[in-house]
């Protein structure tokens, strides 16, 4: 089925699905906030439902799931099959699609939130219609257990799509209203080192080294491990009986000799590679006509990350155990995939936007599925954005996967020997309010989501409602309220290579300090590299986007609680100035305020008995408060029994000494020792990525039988 026909037949088993309820997704949040159960997709709520969907795929699907092992991301695509029911267009705020990653190290019997990510998605009637459909993708880094080479490598992967409503933490088996649930097998990079004590262990008769080399050893010192690269007479060898093909293995090996000078024939071509035999009726496979063979591998879906920065994914399905160039030990192959996109909408797809890859191994077994994984490629798209009043920028782009051939960017309609070929639409951010030269994205947050008037005291420097983060989309506050700074404080911007610039900070905005820390940037490959401030002009050269993916610009080490100036100076080549760009960001880098006591009976490290109705004080504080929480610790007693009142809160408590009240009825609860414990976090942002600086403090008691025989064992 080509890739047209299948988009067609998946845009009409949405269909199927069901769009007869756009007056309920148009009402959407209403409907929740009067009844958490409206649409009948929990299964423990006290809220009768009153219209039930759950998993309706009709207007999003995620379509497909994978891993980039090396670079350690989870990856989805979504599939966005209408042209309506998204909030609105590409001008509007749309409505946000959220995926929320698990995985799971014991076949699925438990699964670890790994987290959450988003994209917003909009009404696009332009180039999606009939068949069409739009791919958006998603991506979450994560960093699982490595075991060794030689240990089973695969484990498996969940993500929950849903559409304007985000998936619950830790509810892997959650149902979407509108969304769906998709799970893989997925293979994690072994770690390439061995502990010296792995080793000791691993000899038979051996238990410990002797003392001779014990004082001169540390078995501490992780060893590199070797990733040896098999010739094509290795894996003859290693294949006889796997039914792998000769012109499988050794593909690199022969395309080099049909590139040469020399004519090809099996005779010279075995006296290079001697023991691979080549059947000369499989050098017509060699050259493919329409596609390429997709026994081993194919890709299944494309799409387009719109967060920052832009990256093009696609998720490729491994099918087989052996014929990709040795196990995990070795270094295996590469899954090459290459980005064209149609501009000109000629269908010529004349515009390459480079090629990544992911490496793959010989497995010691394959599900019935197959194992996911996933290549990103990070595209600078500034040159191709539009403002949002001259409409959505919707591209056609076609990907081609080759395995270790990489397809060459100057022929969209290479036909690779192993692999195959996949077109979708993808549309492109409007032109952002912030050209190179000038700060887009300061502490995380899009600088356009940033109070930068100094007359509103309130809240200058500090988030608005809307904003999210530039890298997933996500608030830095479910409740939409103002966050401050903290931490390490990035500033990242689009290039102009060629220049230079220097961003200053000050605290009045006439004594500016420059910042000079070194950068460790990314390329586009995921390698990073350490970047210093030319010492001769005290500013940073600009780097390529291909060299510095997310735009870093400076690294901000901030301490206090004072509204700062951020400054970014440009300069062109020959050092003459060239604009400046100021923004504010208020700064908080102090903790909230706990404490807790016990004022029943002796009170703190008091001792009770069970039934006894614990009584306290605990304060809770911050100029920016995010939340705080209550909870008895260890939690050894049955769900509802030993929780204190108030658990939870989202202002601040009276101040010390006073502070408020808590209460604990012990009914029901083990004999034993407890700490009550008060924690509390701000709504900082901290370090550019993370929200709320956290306090805790504790109190102890003891609970004791009735009869008072002392704490039970």
Known sequence: MNSDLKKAVGKSTATMQGGEHAQARATFKGLLLANPNYFGNLTESPFQPVLT???NTYYEELGCVGYQPQQEQLE????????????????????????????????????QDQGMTS???????????????????????????????????????????????????????WAPIW?????????????????????????????????????????DAPIPTLQKTLTATQLASLYHDKGVPPHRYALQELTAFIAGPSTLSAEAF?????????????????????????SYEELTCIGLDPNAPDQLVGIVRVKKSSGYSGNACTSGSAEYVTFWADFDGSGAYATCMGTASVRVYDLPSVPSGGVYFAVRLPVDLSAYRQPCAEGPKVVPIRAILSWNVAPPCANPNYVPVWGNREETLITIAPASQEPAGHIAILGGIPVSMIDNNIGNVATRGMTTPSAVFATNNLPPDAYGRTCPFGGRVSAQGAPIVGYTYVVEVSPDGTVWTPVLTDLVVTDQYGNTSTVTADPMINR????????????????????????????????????????????????????????????????????????????????????????????????????????????????????????????????????????IQV????????????????????????????NGDGVAA
């Open 53 to 55: 969907i759950a998993g």
């Open 76 to 111: 989805g695509v979504v599939y966005v099959y209408q042209t309506s029911g998204y909030g609105g267009g590409i001008c509007s705020p749309g409505s946000t699609e959220y995926v929320r990653f698990y995985l799971s190290f014991d076949n699925g019997a438990s699964w």
């Open 119 to 173: 994209f917003q998605a909009y009404d696009i009637p332009e180039g999606t219609q009939g068949g069409k459909r739009l791919e958006y993708a998603v991506s979450l880094a994560v960093d699982p257990a490595n075991r060794l080479c030689f240990d089973n490598p695969l484990i498996l992967m969940r993500g929950i799509l849903s559409w304007n409503n985000p998936p619950p933490p830790n509810a892997p088996n």
């Open 179 to 219: 969304g769906n649930v998709r799970d893989a097998s997925i293979f994690v990079e072994p770690r390439r080192f061995i502990l010296p004590f792995e080793l000791v262990g691993a000899v038979a008769n051996v238990k410990k080294l002797p003392p001779h080399l014990s004082d001169v050893v540390d078995l």
């Open 270 to 294: 075995q006296a290079v590679h001697p023991g691979v035999v080549i059947d000369p009726k499989l050098i017509g496979a060699l050259f493919p006509k329409t596609d390429g063979d997709t």
């Open 540 to 675: 940073f050269h600009y780097r390529d986007f291909k060299d510095n993916i997310n735009g870093l610009l400076a690294e901000w080490d901030t301490a206090g609680n004072a509204l700062w100036y951020v400054r970014l100076s440009v300069y062109d080549g020959a050092g003459n100035p060239q604009g400046s760009d100021t923004h504010l960001i208020q700064l908080d880098n102090v903790a909230p305020e706990v404490a807790i006591d016990i004022s029943t009976g002796t009170g703190d490290c008091g001792k009770f008995p069970v039934g006894t109705v614990l009584t306290g004080s605990f304060v809770a504080t911050d100029l920016h408060l995010g939340s705080y929480g209550l909870a008895v610790l260890p939690a050894v007693n049955p769900a509802g029994v030993g929780v204190p009142s108030p658990s939870s809160g989202l202002v601040n408590t009276a101040p010390a000494p006073g502070g408020d009240g808590w209460t604990l009825d012990t009914t029901g609860m083990e004999p034993c020792g407890y700490i």
């Open 679 to 706: 924690g509390a976090a701000d709504r900082t942002i901290v370090n550019s990525q993370s929200v709320g600086l956290q306090a805790y403090q504790q109190a102890g008691f003891c609970l004791v039988a009735p």
